[in-house]
Each structure stands twice: as C-alpha cells, then as structure tokens.
C-alpha cells in the first residue's frame, strides 16, 4: 500500500511536468492548428540554460529569478523560431510548417548534442528536504514542482479565459481569418502564444532538470515528446486536455515501469499514442473539426 | 541559344536513351563487381546512393505523390533490414543464392505492416498521420530494443556482405519501374487527386481509401527493401540506427529532389549521398546542417528542384503525345 502511495506521489509530480510541457503544444496548436515539433528541444534547452545561469552567475541566483529568467530566454527564443521559420509558411501546405518544425527541433537538439556531447550534471539549485508523510516520501522538490507546475496551470487559465488577451487568442484559434476585421493584430497573437508557451516548456525544462538531475541533449525527443503524447490524450488545441493528458501518461509510465522492466516504457507510451489516435484521433477532450467543402 | 533548347527537348523526348544508359549501367556494374574496377569506398558510395534513390522514390510516393507526412519510412527500413538478416543469418546461412529471395522477404514483412498501419489510421490526415508514423517508428525501435532474439539494443552483427553494385542497380530500376508504372496508371491519377484535394476525388468517385492503402503499402514495400539492401552493406544493424535522423534524411532527399517526381527521387538522393559524404568530416555538426538544409528548402523552395515536373525520360509514351498535344 505504501508502495502504491510512493508511486501515485512519483505519478503526479511526473504528470505534472507532461502537463507542463503539452500546454505549450496544445497552446500553439489551438492557434496555428500546426504541430510544433521544436517544443519538446526548447524545453530541453530549459534545462541546460538553467545550468549555463547557475554555473556562471557571479552571484548565487535564488529560485524564483532563475526560474523567470528561464522563461524570458526560452519563451524569447521560441518567438524568435516562429517569426523566422513559421511566420513566412503560415499560408503554405500545412506540411511545410509540420517539416519545418521537425527541422528546427533537429537543429537545436543537434546543435546541443555537438556543443556538449555528453550528459550533463544539474547542479542542485536549493538545499532539498524529503518528508515523511504517513510512510510515503515526499521531497521539497517534488512539492516545489506540483506548486510551481499548479501556480502556472491556474494563471493560464485565468489569462486565458478572464482576459482580453485571452479572448483575442481564443478568437483566433476559432477564426483567424475573421479577427483581423476586429482590429487584433493576429500576429501578436501568435507571438505572445509562443511566448508563453515555450516559456511553459522552459520552466517545465528547468523543473525536470532539478528533479532528473541529468541532462542530455536527447531529452528533447526522450521526454518533450512524451509530454507531446499527453497533449494528443487529453485533445490537442485543448488546455484542460493536455493537463489531463498528462496525468493520464505519467499515471501509465510511474506504473509501467513499476510494474515491468523500465525498457517497456517507450513502447507502452507511444503504443498508447497509437491507440487514442486511431480510436478517439481527437483525444479525450477534442472535438472533430468539420470539414466544410 | 534556341538551337540548344530545341537540341535538349529533343534528347529529352528520345525514348531509347534512358534503356541505353540502363544497359550501359548494368554492364558498367556487372563488370566493376568482377572485375575489382572500382576501389571498396568508390563501391561503397555507389551502393548507398542506390539504396538512398529506392529510399527517396518509395518515400515521394506518400509524401510527394499522395501528399501526406510521413516520418516513419526509417521503421519500414528497419523491418525490412531486420526480417532479410533473420533470413539470412538465422534461417538459412550460408547460402548467398537466397539473398534475392531475402530482400523480397524484408519488403513483405515492411508492406505487411504498412498495410494494417494504413488500414487502420486511414480516417486521419495531415498532422494526425504524421504523427501515427512518429508513433510508429518510435514503437518499432522500442520494439526491437526488447526482443533479445534479433539482438536487442546491442543490435544484430555479423550479417553476410551480399549486397552488390548489380543487385542495388536493379533493386533502385525496378522500385523506380514500378513506381512509375503505378503512378501513371488509373491508381496514380487517384493519389494525385487525394493530394489535391481529398473530399472532391472522393464526391467523383474515386476510391480514396485504397489508393492509399496500396500507396502506403507499396511505399512501405519500398522502404523494406533498401532496408534489407543497406543490412547486408554495412552487415551490422541495431536499433539505434533506424531512429527519426534517418527518417530526416530521406525526407531532406525527398524534399531537396522534389516532391511528385521520379527524376527529382533520383536527383535528391544522388545529391544527398555526395554530400553527406563531403559533410563527413563534420562530426555531429553534419546533423545540424541537414535539417537546416530542410527548413531553408521549406521557406524557400517548398517544391524542391523538381517539385511536380518530370524528367520526359521517365513518362510513359501516351502521356509524352498527350503533352505534345497542348498548346
């Protein structure tokens, strides 16, 4: 029982950094109806700028400065890979964004991978504490994660239903055609979207960096597509699909490999992608778009 | 100048030029393999670049002629690479003669399973297909890493050298014959229409569903068997080394040749080989530069070199005297 509680703990806090990092899928999804294939080696650049920022700040950076810092840089860069390489194809094939994407996911990772050609040791950011409650371990970092992950989850939420700007993005991923008569400048839209959601999946980099404190250029495709994954359970485009999405995927991997040998893994993730594609292809949440002729 | 254009339509238009160079081709091979012209890198370079053409033309007919994203071509290689060297190493060793036979097994067990992967996500398009075959091509990595009787993540050694210059000469004419045949056939104008647009093809009465199964499953006939081919070149195998790189780099050929054309297949994978082996000395940089060689082609040339055109060596004569026809 008390192996079962320690999992569910190791469940929730894994779900919550897939749900992290799917928002920022499922964000520009639900805008572009494009899939940003970059997302998942942004968030793992996350993780190594935080190491370039804790390494060579000067002076000792407390958690909250770093965390903004990783958002500004990395939610700037993901502006950045959208007015360079998206913006000139949004009225190309939809399938010269999709490659685009997965070339400039493939630049990054590369680029990382031939910069630093090894995994990398995340230094520890804060002093951790585990606690004991009623049996089962619960470290000052996993609750600094699901706070941090729940704090980002609910004000997005809140920008994006209770604000203009959340209306603005809404009106455009339901018509982005009809939104610039309104007066928003449509592309803002879109660059304030990356903004935050590669920002999103920097914070998420950073937070798995300091809870899987080794990190590799490969993480992009090991992890930030899993999180990918969670976003397609839960019905892309959709925010609230992608946080349960996540739940959902890092349910099945904690107990997965729980319960058979860890290689089984990735199998087991990308079967079940597999299986929520070809039976609900729009995911829990989604709903089918119709197709007018 | 006009002398020069009217000379190339000309040698354009000539029909017994292409079986020429095929012969010339084939004899060119035969007599390098026996007669040890060629030193092992030249030979080397030559092979994969045919299994790269057969690569390029079977992956065009998804994503160039059907116009979908397909990123799983490197799992049907694998299945095709894995199912020849069972063949060849478990089944039935030592016997050279049954590498033919091999090579055909590899593309079957590739087409099989790209038959019930179409079948099964046939409903889906677009982003959603790209990402079946992301997901497939992850699973059948994953897959193979757990089977320890092909090796497991250590990977499969010790595969016969079989693969010859002749043998990947005629394994790319015939992927390039077939293909041909079946893109100008009744079935190709039906993937040319769904590339176009979908709904309407179907309201005319097209039978979208399995022009594209067979589509897909030809493609993946294809990609098993430059599998195999590529298995008994470089005579070892692992998992590892079916991964979403190297699907890139037959969607960079693809992509660089042009989509829709056979003459632009063999372009891009003759250019890609060359300069894959130029980028040698670059290390890991040499993946930095394909993908981005990819998004420039994409925000510059979408199309390719070839992008929709044909080479008028490659149509069938109807199609050259209905082209004539137009003003």
């Known amino acids: ?18 749900a992290l990092i799917g928002l920022g899928y499922t964000m520009v999804y639900g805008v572009l109806t494009m899939i940003n294939f970059a997302h998942g080696d942004l968030f793992m650049l996350g993780a190594f700028v935080c190491l370039l920022l804790v390494t060579f700040s000067p002076v000792a950076l407390p958690f909250p400065v770093l965390l903004v810092l990783v958002m500004a840089i990395i939610g700037g860069l993901g502006v950045l890979i959208e007015r360079l390489a998206y913006r000139p194809l949004r009225q190309a094939p939809r399938v010269s964004a999709v490659i685009t994407a997965l070339g400039c996911g493939l630049v990054i990772s590369n680029v990382t991978l031939s910069i630093s050609p090894y995994s990398r040791a995340m230094p520890e950011v804060f002093d951790d504490r585990y606690f004991n409650v009623l049996g089962v371990g619960v470290s000052l970092l996993q609750l600094l994660i699901i706070g941090v992950s729940l704090a980002l989850m609910v004000g997005l939420d809140v920008l994006i239903y209770r604000t203009r700007f959340g209306m603005a993005l809404r009106a455009v991923a339901f018509d982005a055609k009809t939104v610039p008569l309104m007066g928003i400048s449509v592309n803002r839209i879109i660059s304030l979207t990356f903004l935050i959601g590669t920002g999103l999946g920097g914070a998420a980099g950073m937070l798995y960096g300091m809870a899987f404190p080794v990190i590799s250029a490969s993480m992009g495709v090991l992890v930030g597509w899993k999180a990918f994954i969670a976003a397609v359970i839960g019905g892309i485009g959709n925010i609230r699909g992608a946080v349960l999405g996540g739940f959902i995927l890092g349910t099945v991997e904690i107990f997965s490999v729980a319960m058979l040998p860890s290689t089984y893994r990735d199998l087991i993730s990308y079967s079940l992608l597999l299986v929520i594609l070809i039976f609900k292809p729009y995911g829990i949440l989604g709903r089918a778009p119709n197709v007018k002729v | 100048m006009e002398s020069v254009r009217r000379f190339c339509v000309r040698v354009a238009e000539c029909r017994w030029i292409l079986p020429l160079l095929l012969v010339i081709g084939m004899g060119f091979c035969v007599a390098a393999e026996s007669g040890g012209l060629l030193n092992s890198y030249t030979r080397f370079v030559l092979i994969t670049m045919g299994v790269n053409i057969i690569l390029c033309a079977s992956l065009n007919l998804v994503n160039g002629y059907l116009g979908e994203f397909s990123v799983g071509h490197a799992g049907f290689m694998a299945l095709g690479a894995y199912a020849a060297a069972m063949m060849t190493t478990r089944l039935f060793p030592q016997m050279p003669a049954l590498f033919l036979p091999a090579i055909f097994f590899g593309g079957l067990v590739a087409a099989v399973i790209g038959f019930l992967l179409a079948l ?11 990402l079946i075959t992301l997901a497939f091509l992850m699973i059948v990595k994953s897959a193979l890493e757990n089977i320890p009787w092909v090796g497991g993540p250590r990977g499969l050694a010790g595969i016969p050298t079989l693969s010859s210059l002749p043998i990947t000469f005629g394994a790319a004419i015939v992927t390039l014959w077939v293909i041909r045949n079946l893109v100008f056939s009744k079935f190709g104008r039906a993937v040319v229409a769904i590339r176009e647009d979908e709904i309407a093809a179907n309201s005319m009465g097209v039978r979208t569903r399995e022009a594209k199964i067979l589509a897909f499953s030809v493609s993946s006939f294809f990609g098993g068997v430059a599998g195999a081919l590529l298995a008994h070149q470089i005579t070892f195998i692992n998992p590892g080394s079916f991964d979403i790189l190297k699907s890139t780099e037959i969607l960079v050929m693809v992509y660089l040749g042009g989509i829709g054309s056979l003459a632009g297949s063999v372009l891009g994978a003759v250019i890609f080989t060359l300069l894959s082996e130029v980028l040698r000395d670059f290390g ?25 055109r044909e080479l008028p060596w490659f149509l069938p004569r109807r199609e050259l005297t209905s082209r004539r026809k137009k003003p």
């Open chain 2, 284 to 308: 890991t940089w040499r993946m930095v530069i394909l993908p981005l060689i990819l998004v420039l082609l994409m925000l510059f040339r979408p199309r390719g070199i070839m992008g929709l």
């Open chain 1, 1 to 18: 029982m008390a192996y079962f509680a320690q999992q569910s703990v190791n469940a929730i806090s894994l779900g919550f950094l897939y």
């Open chain 2, 120 to 130: 099964l996500s046939f409903k889906t398009r677009g982003d959603y297909l790209a």
